[in-house]
C-alpha cells in the first residue's frame, strides 16, 4: 500500500473543481481549485479551464474527468444541464489534446457516476452489497447504480417523468433555490420522486448525495420512501474523487 495520487476534476452547471487525490484513503490530497463554468460551456471553453486547473498543480499524470453528460467511449451523448454542443464531441479525445496527453491517460465519465465510485469505495457505499443508487441532487438530478459493488453506468433516473414532468425540473437542490422552499418544502418534492423510481425499482440503499447531502440532517428524516436513505458522505468532493480513481483505477 502506497500513497497512490490520481487527479481529478469535476465540471458542473456552475464551477469546474480539481486537485490531486489521494487514491487509497479515497480524499482529496490538497485543496482543490475551482472556477466558474464559462458561459456558454462550450467544448472548448470548458477544456481550456480543465487545462488551467491542471497546470496549476503541475500534474502531469492521467486525469480523469466528469461531465453531466451520458459518456460512452469518450464521448458525450447528452447535454442536460451544460452546452448542447457537447452532444456528439469526442471529449476524451479533445481534454487529450488539450491537457497533451495520449487518449489512454484521460477518463471521461459521467459526473453521478462519479460520485458512486468514490462513495461506494470510500463513503456512504462502503461494504454494501445489494442494489445500492446514489442520487446527486445539484442543478439537475444525477444517478449512478451499483451491483454488488460494480457500478452500471450512465443511468438517467433525473429524467424519470413523475406526473407528467421531467423528475428534475421538479426536484433537484436548483428547484429549491429558485422557488426559495424551505427544506420541509421542498422534502415532499423528493420524496415524490423517490417513490416514482420505486415503482421500477427495489434498491438496497439510496445515497442522497449534491452540495444538498451537507444538510442532509434538514431533509433526509422527512422522506418518506421504502428505501433506507442516507447522506453521501463525501458530499461535493465526490465527483472529483470519484473521477481521479476511475482514471487510475481503470474503473470507469
Ligand atoms: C444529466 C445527467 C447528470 C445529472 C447531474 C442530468 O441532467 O442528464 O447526465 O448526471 O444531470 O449533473
Request: glycine share 14%; net charge negative; with cysteine.
Amino acid at each position: 500500500m502506497g500513497t497512490a495520487r490520481g487527479f481529478g476534476v469535476d465540471i458542473g452547471g456552475s464551477g469546474i473543481k480539481g486537485c490531486p487525490v489521494d487514491i487509497e484513503g479515497g480524499v482529496l490530497a490538497e485543496e482543490r481549485m475551482r472556477i466558474p463554468t464559462p458561459q456558454p460551456s462550450t467544448p472548448s471553453a470548458v477544456a481550456d479551464a480543465v487545462a488551467e486547473i491542471v497546470d496549476k498543480f503541475s500534474w502531469t499524470g492521467p486525469v480523469g474527468i466528469t461531465l453531466p453528460c451520458v459518456v460512452k467511449d469518450g464521448t458525450a451523448l447528452t447535454a442536460a444541464n451544460i452546452d448542447k454542443g457537447w452532444i456528439g464531441t469526442d471529449a476524451q479525445a479533445l481534454f487529450a489534446e488539450r491537457l497533451g496527453r495520449a487518449r489512454e491517460d484521460v477518463v471521461v465519465l459521467n459526473d453521478a457516476d462519479a460520485a458512486g465510485i468514490a462513495e461506494m469505495r470510500a463513503g456512504a457505499g462502503a461494504g454494501h452489497r445489494g442494489l445500492v443508487v446514489v442520487l446527486t441532487f445539484g442543478t439537475g438530478i444525477g444517478s449512478a447504480m451499483f451491483i454488488d459493488g460494480r457500478l452500471v453506468p450512465n443511468t438517467e433516473f433525473g429524467h424519470i417523468e413523475v406526473d407528467g414532468h421531467d423528475a428534475e425540473t421538479q426536484a433537484a437542490a436548483s428547484v429549491k433555490d429558485e422557488l426559495d422552499l424551505s427544506y420541509p418544502e421542498w422534502a415532499p418534492r423528493v420524496t415524490r420522486y423517490v417513490q416514482a423510481l420505486e415503482q421500477f425499482l427495489w434498491p438496497d440503499l439510496i445515497i442522497a448525495g449534491g452540495g444538498v447531502s451537507k444538510k442532509g440532517h434538514k431533509w433526509i428524516p422527512l422522506l418518506e420512501t421504502r428505501t433506507p436513505v442516507v447522506a453521501a458522505a463525501l458530499r461535493n468532493d465526490a465527483g472529483i474523487v470519484g473521477a481521479a480513481t476511475a482514471a487510475t483505477s481503470g474503473n470507469a
